[in-house]
């Protein structure tokens, strides 16, 4: 056993309001450069649709994470080193700019410059990339809250695997998805799903990389791009199957979510979660075995390769796992961090959050508490009770988007998982509505999912309730390490703020937290921990009044 430690996150989809404030911080902090201007590295997209970028599900056309081969080891969708390097100067299987969206802005000139005359002004798109008049076909929310119209429901790769499996086990399942979902298109039920790099556990952009410039970092399992060696092939943006990498055409580097790992290392939350209205994001630390990776990943049925990456994830309670992490160098504050973990709670004991496409074999590390609000109000308008438990365990199998789509998304398409973790939310909701009533609660739909009365407390707690260090349980790099992970303070040591660089162009969006100050890269470490009681307080410190 060899233990390493991953910050990780969970997303609880039934709190997400689809208000995009995660993308457009995400977006000011961290994609401010010319080049970057159709990137999303954290996008919000509407389900059933197309997502981003456009059809990114469909591998059979990407070629993006990882297969069995005849002997049932793992390699890459996108070939092995002999097809990279024959490949290396053009590399066809990649998405293009009508697969993001043409970045436009309009002509407010027309608008702002116009003489006075009978006639109304128009403020005409154009292109960011030709400065042409250009027709707005395509953009990164363009399935938002279904706007993309039943022909986006329609050409949701899921929606067609969904169909495609219902239609091979029974026919009429198959004729009640296709009523569902496309009968009443205005009725279709919908919901939002955040998206990030999911840092996965076996990532196969780093795999893709001819130069090696992507890299899993050891300490906190973050994967990063090290721009000064990067030398822009963009086998890794074929090689992520969730097309999380972007190239950057301006500065020729590829570029991705960076799990805002400078906020990270002195405790902060990323600027996603920070910044969440619907407080649906959970960040903290997983313990897993490093040996067990390749094992699970290898798994021959992709429906059970969930339950397989559960078996890499460790008990940090357990005292034999804490004895081997501190062998094996984890800090003792990570291994606390990982009992304490909102994370491993979620994933592990109440088995409530699901990966998103284990079948890619990537073992993401960025899972999602399924939703289950709209089956409450379904019952309702129906006339009967949308708490009580026994109504609710019997409409979950009946949901207008149905269990088979969920289990696309998250579970391979194996049902068990996902109809599980709804039951335990069901159970939750009716349990607690006794409890907030001054009713005796039923424990019968509690032990049922398999749980306790106060399992499923602390549960509602954590998911409905938790406070800011509940949600966020994130240990700060260690002193000893600071030099070893702190930016150079040469103004040219740094990859990150060279010409084109992330950290290029002055202070940030954030004030002088970010970017850099009188011409000279910011230490991150020292930076943070220096800001980090500025950014959290309620009042500002002595002296910090003109600031």
């Not at 840092?199 to 001819?210: D, G, I, K, R, T």
């Not at 950057?248 to 600027?271: I, Q, S």
């Not at 357990?318 to 992490?325: C, L």
Request: hydrophobic residues 35%; charged residues 25%.
């Amino acid at each position: 056993m060899r233990v390493l430690a991953q910050i990780a996150m969970v997303m609880n989809l039934d709190k997400c309001i689809g208000c995009h404030t995660c993308s457009v911080t995400c977006k000011q902090t961290w994609t401010n450069r010319s080049g970057m201007e159709y990137v999303w590295f954290n996008n919000v997209e509407t389900r059933p649709g197309q997502g981003y970028p456009r059809r990114y599900e469909d591998q059979d056309k990407w070629r993006g994470g990882w297969e069995l081969n005849r002997r049932g080891a793992l390699k890459l969708k996108s070939g092995g080193r002999f097809h990279a390097l024959a490949t290396i100067f053009s590399n066809p299987v990649l998405p293009e700019i009508k697969d993001y969206y043409e970045p436009w802005t309009y002509e407010y000139r027309n608008l702002t410059d116009a003489p006075l005359g009978e006639d109304y002004p128009v403020a005409e798109p154009r292109s960011l990339l030709t400065g042409k008049p250009m027709k707005i076909e395509w953009s990164s929310n363009w399935d938002d809250n279904l706007g993309g119209g039943a022909p986006g429901v329609d050409a949701d790769p899921m929606v067609e695997r969904t169909r495609d499996q219902a239609r091979d086990q029974a026919r009429g399942t198959a004729d009640r998805l296709s009523r569902e979902i496309r009968a009443t298109f205005e009725e279709t039920f919908m919901f939002y799903l955040p998206r990030i790099c999911e840092h996965c556990l076996n990532p196969a952009c780093v795999a893709a990389c001819p130069s090696g410039a992507m890299y899993k970092r050891a300490e906190d399992g973050i994967v990063l791009v090290d721009q000064d060696g990067c030398r822009g092939w963009r086998k890794c943006v074929t090689g992520c199957p969730y097309k999380k990498v972007y190239f950057n055409h301006r500065t020729g580097k590829a570029e991705k979510c960076t799990l805002c790992y400078p906020r990270l290392e002195v405790g902060l939350p990323t600027v996603c979660s920070e910044t969440c209205v619907g407080r649906l994001r959970y960040l903290g630390v997983v313990l897993y075995d490093a040996d067990k990776v390749t094992a699970a990943a290898s798994t021959p049925s992709e429906q059970d390769l969930y339950e397989a990456q559960l078996g890499v994830f460790l008990d940090p309670a357990d005292p034999d796992v804490r004895r081997a992490a501190e062998r094996d160098g984890v800090p003792h504050d990570w291994i606390e961090a990982a009992r304490r973990s909102p994370v491993h709670a979620l994933i592990s004991t109440y088995r409530v959050a699901l990966p998103l496409h284990p079948e890619y074999r990537t073992l993401p590390m960025v899972w999602y508490v399924p939703p289950l609000s709209p089956v409450v109000e379904a019952l309702a308008g129906t006339g009967h009770d949308g708490e009580d438990a026994g109504n609710l365990f019997g409409a979950i199998d009946t949901l207008r988007i149905p269990l088979e789509y969920l289990a696309e998304l998250f579970t391979a398409g194996d049902v068990g998982p996902v109809r599980a973790a709804l039951e335990r939310l069901a159970a939750m909701r009716s349990y607690m509505r006794s409890v907030n009533l001054g009713d005796p609660p039923d424990c019968s739909a509690v032990e049922a999912v398999g749980m306790t009365g106060p399992g499923i407390e602390d549960m509602y707690r954590l998911l409905a309730i938790a406070k800011y260090d509940e949600r966020y349980v994130i240990p700060t790099a260690a002193l000893a390490d600071a030099r070893r992970l702190e930016e150079s303070a040469v103004p040219d040591g740094c990859s990150l703020d060279a010409v084109g660089g992330p950290g290029m162009g002055g202070p940030g969006p954030f004030g002088d937290d970010s970017g850099t100050h009188n011409g000279l890269p910011l230490v991150t470490i020292e930076n943070f921990h220096a800001s980090r009681g500025r950014q959290t307080a309620d009042t500002p410190e002595p002296g910090e009044e003109g600031r």
